[in-house]
């Protein structure tokens, strides 16, 4: 996936992913939260990251819970196989450093 970070709001998500909020929303959480803490910044300014989602439409609940209120212009790729996201993205910079 691929989103634009909400830039002044990124310490706020850093800090609720720090106090492990995210890991006990159900049935998403533990998904979405390895997915942030391993997001990537693209040179666009883009952040992206693979995540799991068996929703339709994609991300619906992480949306509604997280990440409408961190990033705007949501994009979701189908990926195929779990990891090759993460396999595409390895050589980018970690969206918190």
């Excluded at 693979?50 to 189908?78: G, H, W």
């Amino acid at each position: 996936m691929k989103a634009k970070p909400v830039t002044n709001k990124l310490t706020q998500l850093r800090e609720r992913l720090d106090s492990g909020e995210f890991s006990s929303m159900s049935p998403f959480g533990m998904a979405l939260e390895r997915g942030l803490r391993d997001a990537r910044i693209q040179p666009d300014g883009y952040a992206t990251w693979e995540e799991e989602d068996y929703c339709i439409p994609p991300l619906a609940q992480e949306r509604m819970a997280v990440l409408d209120k961190y990033f705007s212009n949501l994009t979701v790729d189908d990926i195929g196989e779990p990891g090759r996201g993460w396999k595409q993205i390895a050589n980018l910079p970690s969206l918190w450093k």
